[in-house]
């Protein structure tokens, strides 16, 4: 009972707000009509051979320029080639100098990357992976690594800007030749960009705090790193037929050996959908134990990937 003397008025009210607008409307026959609605204007039909855009979403599918005629601003996702991915066989080579190793050439199963975008005209982001496994002469073979970094590009020109970006990154590789992993985090990316339509150009410095880390090339000890910060950078040029990307880093280290790890890295991509080759590069270099001297060891890696990639 006490439930229903609560919702009755309520109910009692709902229903005649229902109701009674219907019958004054019904008996109410010589109220002249409302005016008709303003037609909605008519989108300008498209230019003879030019298509439609779809203006239901600010994204594209594999990178692009997007316009929000709604918000009158450029949203950007992804800005570099159609699809920067590339996945496929690849073919690799290790090689030391300056300690003794089981060299040669390998083939394993590669899939790797690199995407920058921005959206808003000030979010940017640029992220990059590589994924591979196999085997060969130096045994066991494979890769993990990969990036992540998000900041902001002030738009001081329309198409391009200085950006600041937080980032981690780290990375697991080796077989017999050779070992190296890092652990990043945080890291910090200051640079500048330029970007239109697909094409990219970026130079940034970088520097981060170097969590852990391991080197080690042949039969030297496996040098330790961390403790202390990294410093290098990265250049990449990104064209609708063409992907480079080129990175360097020193590397801080706290064992016995007092000399930091240097490291470098490139990676160059023709694409013409759906076919992709690509091909990498990697040196490590610093001083390690070797028996009793402590001379420079290089260990170098390099590969050449023929696959496919995605749609444009």
Partial sequence: MMLARTFMPALAFVAAATLFPRTAHAQDTSAPPPPPAPAASAAPAAAPGEQAQDDSSTLRVCNGLHRDKSRDRETTTGLSIGCPEAVGLRGSEAHVIGATASEGAGLMFYAGGEEFGH????WSSRDTYDLALGGGAAGLEGMLSGSLAYGFRAPVLPDEGPVIRAAASGY???DDAFYASLLELPQVQLGWQWSRGHAVIELAATTGVVLTGRFRAGDAETRQMGHGFAFGGHASLQVPWVRLSVEAEQLPSYDSLSAPVDVARGTLCAVAYPMAICADARAEQTRA???????IVT???AGITLGFTGSN
Avoid: L, N
């Fill in 119 to 122: 959206r808003d005209r000030y």
């Fill in 172 to 174: 697991i590789m080796g």
């Fill in 289 to 295: 134990i070797v028996g009793t001297s402590e001379p």
């Fill in 299 to 301: 260990a170098a890696y």
